[in-house]
């Protein structure tokens, strides 16, 4: 780098890099724009100059001077967060870091790297481009939504639109900026006005950590000077603005070891360092390679090969200071929910008032579920990769009942995880751990600053399936007693998915599917519920899929990423009997004149959304809530919710990834009589930061303890309390095997739960009519020995019929589960099995009858005429020995 900074140093005495190529075109553009509007007006006519006059006249109503933008940054008063008591403070709000510097003071790089990235024109625009305002609306309205904003309306949006201007709708607010661009452009002609205004613009940009301002960043990140660092390092601080938050280059980067130290062992000397594969480091090599051909300033300053070494160059960040908050990722939650209600319209990181307005905000948290969570998280995830873990477990007053399980995650490779808890019938949240442990120096696996439940992008796996059933409940499509044929099938696309146990339970109901995890019958659901209809649906359960993601096959089983905090929401939307409440984690804001100005007094009361009926909600609690039975399942059941020796009544499902990369645990339990009594709903996500899969650790023996024991202690000592069932709901007795009326032929029947009207009306059909020789087992025939007798055999030929590749699977199934359980077949070699296993069989280790026989009885041998022996002539039977009854055989004649 010294002939880079040889040439940047020759350039700068030169005075060759304070002149932009494009100077000439700046200086014509600003005088050409009164006349482009003139033109714009003569081809629209008298009427359309009126019109636009009018329009301009009328959007330009109360913007402020252009040129107060040279007036000094403002530093008001911090707001300061509290839980919902009121007296836990968590946090202070404005603690940041700013550095104003002047145009001369910014490295050429530092402006080529943001107008490369940020506005390639900006030396010649007016402050609006055109082109790029149309492009990036034409891919918003082609459902690819990205800015088209120059830097210049960027500032404007920022620091020069009232408060007033974000009302009414975004395309107003959009011509409001706009023509405030304008304004500005020709209030700062010229390139000294060009210079001022990107000047104001990398003073003002927030760079996430509390940084703002360019020269602060440079700071915080890397301890140096701005004029200090690398080629690189600009790169890197021009691709932090299009998205602080996600891009703060502390909350991307890891701990990593200098020196080779034993699984479990404390790292002697770390470095802190931002993974080459991170979107921020693709973001800034895609501007390097920008530089190359768009930099105004610094001109021919580098070569090519040194462009190319800096995409190469690791992210090395000084070590950073910590925050002094309690639950640190609830608070930044906090400041995005602030955002929205004192800057609506605006991004988090646009709204200066969140750090100087002096707010009081009372949030919803409370801190002593909190502490609860937090203690738990930190136990399941931190501990069992330390080399003292019974110590850590002993000081975190772990009982040692639960200390065993947390022992079996040693070398499980899970290094992190994070858990939620909320009040379902509010949507507050009461508890938020991000991750294992905020403060825990961290490394590829484990980014403790990052916020995995509303910033992560999970595979929720199994724990998918229950908004899946609901939908198709919903809709009258199935019921709690819908058979599925839990079969290996050829979904098309080489997908053909298996259960975790290379196991095929052949026929079972919707709540015996769900209760015991089984795949196909989930994907199989949510093919008859259709994809398009179940991934537009699940959005009214608050869940989000990825960006850029599309309705698939697989996501019944969860392969499509959500955020864990969003499946939460949808979890709690089934326990409020089928209405959504909005997430918010703030009760108050009150200025700092005293004056409440959220909630307002004003406003209507908060309504939830209702997605699903009290019906289908209740159906599916009730299937849930046998998860917590071990009765009903022993396996799940494990994991059930006790206040003291008392069971508490409580619905959950876990959720585990094909590959073992991400396990999850969902649940509820009733909701308190008082309505004041928080309901709870927690969730709980285990895995690492890099995706790294764990080994072999399903979700039993990892988040569904860790839900269990976070739910149990957050809900200690409060009234056990019951769901209340809604009208509308009927019970039928069923078929235990096929979910239809009893037949003559079923074996076992259960009683269930339906909407009424959607209760079967169909005779069980399963099972059809066959004769058989009792004597032999063999189909009838007139020859058999007999007695002939009438059973009811199994007979799947007419099962799932309107999915031909469904039934062909089925088929062959059947043609091995008639040889009986543990007959491997079909195309991944899957083994027939009765539901469930481990030596318990809730229906028997039976699939509801016997196979058909297929081979016809034989006439039996003919019995011949007893034997007389013929004393006379000495003929005895042919069963006498020789010599008659009991007589000696004759002696051979002699030769």
């Known amino acids: 780098m010294q002939t880079s900074l040889a040439r940047r140093q020759r350039h700068r005495r030169l005075g060759i890099a304070r002149q932009p190529r494009g100077s000439s075109a700046v200086r014509r553009t600003v005088i050409v724009i009164p006349f482009l509007i003139f033109a714009l007006f003569l081809s629209a006519g008298v009427a359309g100059f009126l019109g636009v006059v009018a329009a301009y006249s009328y959007y330009s109503q109360n913007l402020p001077d252009p040129k107060v933008l040279l007036t000094a940054l403002a530093f008001d008063q911090q707001t300061t967060v509290y839980d919902r008591s009121g007296q836990t403070e968590l946090a202070r709000l404005g603690e940041r870091k700013r550095e104003v510097v002047t145009f001369k003071d910014i490295p050429p790089e530092a402006i080529d790297a943001t107008t490369a990235i940020e506005d390639k024109d900006f030396w010649s625009n007016p402050g609006f481009d055109l082109g790029g305002f149309l492009s990036a609306t034409i891919d918003t309205v082609n459902g690819r939504p990205r800015g088209g904003s120059t830097i210049t309306q960027q500032l404007v949006r920022q620091r020069l639109l009232p408060p007033s201007a974000f009302d009414g709708s975004r395309e107003e607010r959009k011509i409001r900026e706009i023509i405030q661009s304008l304004r500005l452009t020709q209030a700062f002609p010229g390139i000294e006005g060009k210079q001022q205004i990107i000047t104001a613009y990398l003073n003002q940009n927030f760079y996430g950590n509390q940084s703002y301002g360019i020269a602060a960043a440079a700071q915080t990140y890397f301890g140096k000077s701005l004029k200090d660092l690398s080629l690189a390092q600009y790169a890197i601080l021009a691709a932090i603005p299009q998205s602080p938050t996600k891009f703060d280059l502390a909350k991307n980067a890891e701990q990593v070891c200098t020196t080779t130290v034993a699984e479990g062992v404390d790292c002697p000397k770390t470095q802190l360092v931002v993974a080459s594969d991170s979107e921020v480091v693709a973001r800034r090599n895609y501007i390097l390679d920008r530089m190359k051909t768009e930099s105004t300033l610094s001109g021919s300053g580098h070569t090519v090969d040194e462009y190319e070494a800096a995409k190469s160059e690791p992210v090395v960040l000084v070590a950073q200071g910590g925050v002094k908050w309690r639950a640190p990722h609830f608070v930044w939650q906090v400041r995005e929910q602030l955002a929205r209600i004192l800057c609506p319209g605006a991004t988090v990181d646009a709204c200066e008032k969140i750090d100087t307005g002096g707010y009081r905000v009372t949030t919803t948290l409370n801190w002593k579920m909190q502490g609860t969570a937090e203690k738990w998280v930190y136990a399941a995830a931190i501990a069992p990769n330390r080399k003292n873990t019974k110590t850590l477990l002993t000081n975190l007053k772990i009982p040692a009942s639960d200390q065993k399980w947390l022992l079996n995650l040693k070398s499980k490779n899970i290094h992190n995880a994070a858990a939620a808890v909320m009040d379902y019938r509010t949507g507050e949240v009461l508890a938020y751990v991000g991750s294992g442990s905020y403060v825990t120096p961290g490394n590829r696996k484990f980014q403790p600053q990052f916020d995995v439940l509303s910033d992560g992008w999970r595979q929720p796996g199994s724990s998918i399936k229950p908004l899946n059933y609901a939908i198709g409940i919903d809709d009258h499509k199935m019921t709690a007693a819908t058979m599925f044929m839990d079969v290996t099938t050829n979904f098309g696309g080489k997908f053909v998915p298996t259960q975790a146990d290379h196991l095929e339970r052949g026929p079972v109901r919707l709540r015996s599917a769900l209760q015991f995890s089984l795949n196909i019958p989930s994907i199989k659901a949510g093919i008859m519920n259709g994809l398009d209809h179940f991934y537009q649906r699940s959005a009214d359960f608050g869940v989000k899929y990825i960006p850029g993601s599309l309705p698939v096959v697989s996501m019944g089983i969860g392969t499509l990423e959500v955020h864990p905090i969003d499946l939460l929401g949808g979890y709690g939307a089934i326990a409020d009997s089928g209405v959504l409440m909005p997430r918010t984690m703030i009760l108050s804001i009150v200025d700092s004149n005293g004056k409440t100005i959220y909630p307002d007094p004003n406003a209507a009361p908060v309504k939830g959304k209702r997605v699903i009926s009290p019906q289908t909600a209740y159906i599916m609690t009730d299937i849930l809530a046998g998860n917590t039975v071990p009765k009903t399942n022993p396996f799940w059941g494990e994991w059930a919710v006790y206040n003291g020796a008392t069971r508490r009544p409580a619905a959950y499902k876990t959720g585990t990834t094909n590959d073992n990369r991400d396990v999850h645990a969902y649940g509820f339990l009733a909701p308190p009589a008082d309505k004041k009594a928080p309901a709870l709903a927690v969730g709980v996500w285990m895995g690492n930061s890099n995706n790294?899969?764990?080994?072999?650790?399903?979700?039993?023996?990892?988040?569904?303890?860790?839900?269990?024991?976070?739910?149990?202690?957050?809900?200690?000592?409060?009234?056990?309390?019951?769901?209340?069932?809604?009208?509308?709901?009927?019970?039928?007795?069923?078929?235990?095997?096929?979910?239809?009326?009893?037949?003559?032929?079923?074996?076992?029947?259960?009683?269930?739960?339906?909407?009424?009207?959607?209760?079967?009306?169909?005779?069980?059909?399963?099972?059809?009519?066959?004769?058989?020789?009792?004597?032999?087992?063999?189909?009838?025939?007139?020859?058999?020995?007999?007695?002939?007798?009438?059973?009811?055999?199994?007979?799947?030929?007419?099962?799932?019929?309107?999915?031909?590749?469904?039934?062909?699977?089925?088929?062959?199934?059947?043609?091995?589960?008639?040889?009986?359980?543990?007959?491997?077949?079909?195309?991944?070699?899957?083994?027939?099995?009765?539901?469930?296993?481990?030596?318990?069989?809730?229906?028997?280790?039976?699939?509801?009858?016997?196979?058909?026989?297929?081979?016809?009885?034989?006439?039996?041998?003919?019995?011949?005429?007893?034997?007389?022996?013929?004393?006379?002539?000495?003929?005895?039977?042919?069963?006498?020995?020789?010599?008659?009854?009991?007589?000696?055989?004759?002696?051979?004649?002699?030769?």
Do not use: H
Not at 767 to 791: F, N, Y
Not at 807 to 835: I, N
């Open 692 to 895: 790294e899969p764990n080994t072999d650790t399903l979700s039993l023996k990892s988040s569904a303890p860790l839900w269990s024991r976070i739910m149990r202690d957050v809900s200690r000592g409060m009234p056990i309390a019951t769901w209340k069932r809604p009208s509308g709901i009927v019970d039928a007795t069923v078929d235990a095997i096929s979910g239809m009326k009893p037949g003559p032929f079923t074996k076992q029947k259960v009683k269930e739960l339906f909407i009424k009207g959607t209760q079967p009306t169909e005779t069980d059909d399963l099972r059809r009519t066959v004769e058989i020789d009792s004597a032999t087992g063999d189909l009838w025939a007139e020859i058999c020995q007999g007695p002939k007798k009438t059973v009811g055999a199994l007979d799947f030929s007419s099962v799932e019929t309107s999915y031909g590749s469904w039934a062909k699977a089925d088929r062959a199934w059947a043609a091995r589960a008639a040889r009986g359980p543990g007959v491997a077949g079909g195309p991944k070699r899957t083994r027939t099995s009765y539901l469930y296993g481990s030596g318990f069989f809730p229906f028997g280790r039976s699939w509801g009858g016997i196979f058909a026989p297929t081979k016809v009885c034989k006439p039996p041998a003919e019995t011949p005429p007893p034997c007389v022996p013929d004393p006379i002539l000495g003929i005895p039977c042919p069963s006498e020995p020789p010599g008659g009854p009991g007589g000696k055989p004759p002696k051979p004649p002699k030769p």
